[in-house]
């Protein structure tokens, strides 16, 4: 039975971490700009999108950069410790356009290091088994999403026992800042665990481009592209359904500990659905995952009770766990090996194109018309994207062979 290279396991790891970091803080940042820093939706959606945008279209440039140099981790270093440096300083904010500046930073670093080490994993994986090790990456990465939204939610109350005249803001912004601690182990495991295989030059290789990368997949790889541009204009921020909760009367250590509960069912589930990508075929379970987005925003667009929105937010992690792996592996399979890392970049940078017109959409929607269209509209997208998805074909380009790993 074929294993999963060591490498795939470290750089789980390094997510676990990172994401324990990223969310001790995400899940209360809707709270803090509201409630703390006086901004509202449309602050927020500006924020998001931006930050997400550029991190997005970074990874368009990381792509092709780790292409030419056939090197991943010298920018996987870069970008995790950016990250890590900058995503504690929102706890020194004093209004919304240096937490705006923070997360871009945080978002920087993110766009280095993810085209990389997708391309990284695609590199030390056998073909057969890439939806089981995106899965398996994944899962991890939402293991420390579990666990950082309970950290914070605990520090939380260890903050308001020891010190219940601090206020509120201030037990916040402690917790901002203690995320430095796991950003640490994250470079400790980068440096000592993570290795890649040795660069091999190859004259006949394709210098890393976006011409090339065109001519050197079929229309099944840009119909992917435009399916997911068209998905992503309804994939705001997951700030608005956190905002959402919170509008619906539960408190921010709720908020926080509803977070991780979330978390628990991406992180089952996409390992779950990695598998199931390598069975069934990628482009089954992405269709399978956006038909969930699509009803759970109609959801969110139609239900009104506390108990209905937080059984339909448990379920929107059903969407990643059916989505993120297969997405990685489509990609893996319809994009040449010298042009593996330039194709999760482009993907990444088309997402990114839409991002910041997404969540701006949204936060207009829901400011002038209110949350109830923003949602529908969000939905109705997303069932579009699938429908464009269904012209694709589940396989591998004629340019492609068989590859096992680098």
């Not at 990874?59 to 780790?66: D, I, L």
Request: glycine share 10%; proline share 5%; with cysteine.
């Amino acid at each position: 039975m074929k294993k999963l290279s060591p490498t795939v396991i470290f750089l789980g790891l390094a997510s676990f971490f990172t994401d324990c970091s990223s969310e001790m803080i995400y899940p209360l940042l809707p709270v803090f700009l509201s409630s703390v820093l006086g901004a509202g939706a449309l602050a927020l959606g500006v924020i998001e999108g931006v930050a997400e945008s550029t991190a997005s279209l970074l990874k368009v440039a990381s792509g092709v950069w780790t292409d030419r140099t056939r090197r991943r981790k010298p920018l996987m270093l870069a970008g995790y410790g950016l990250a890590g440096l900058a995503r504690p300083l929102i706890g020194l904010a004093g209004a919304w356009p240096f937490v705006l500046a923070m997360r871009v930073l945080d978002r920087i670093g993110k766009g280095l290091r993810t085209s990389p080490r997708d391309a990284l994993i695609a590199d030390v994986t056998d073909p057969d088994m890439r939806g089981t090790a995106y899965g398996v990456h994944r899962a991890m990465d939402h293991a420390g999403a579990v666990v950082g939204p309970l950290l914070a939610a605990g520090l939380l109350a260890l903050f308001a026992w020891l010190w219940p005249t601090a206020g509120a803001d201030r037990h916040l912004r402690w917790v901002f800042l203690l995320a430095a601690v796991p950003a640490v182990a994250v470079m400790v495991i980068l440096v000592f665990g993570v290795r890649e295989p040795p660069a091999h030059a190859d004259a006949e290789s394709p210098r890393a481009n976006f011409k090339a990368l065109w001519s050197g997949t079929d229309r099944n790889f840009k119909t992917f592209l435009l399916a997911v541009l068209v998905f992503t204009l309804g994939n705001s921020t997951d700030a608005f359904l956190l905002l959402r909760l919170k509008s619906a009367g539960i408190s921010a250590a709720g908020v926080a500990v509803l977070w991780a509960l979330h978390h628990v069912v991406k992180m089952a589930l996409t390992y779950v659905g990695g598998r199931l990508a390598d069975r069934m075929g990628r482009r089954t379970m992405i269709v399978m995952g956006w038909a969930v987005y699509a009803a759970v925003y109609l959801a969110f667009a139609l239900v009104s009770s506390k108990a209905g929105l937080i059984a339909i937010f448990l379920a929107y992690g059903i969407y990643f766990g059916l989505c993120e792996p297969a997405e990685k592996a489509l990609v893996s399979d319809l994009a040449p090996k010298p042009l593996r890392g330039t194709a999760f970049g482009c993907y990444h940078g088309v997402i990114g194109l839409a991002a910041l017109p997404a969540s701006l959409l949204f936060g207009l929607l829901w400011q002038q018309f209110g949350m109830t269209t923003a949602f529908a509209t969000g939905a109705g997208l997303a069932a579009l994207g699938s429908v464009l998805l269904m012209a694709t074909k589940s396989g591998r380009t004629v340019l492609i062979s068989h590859e096992g790993p680098a």
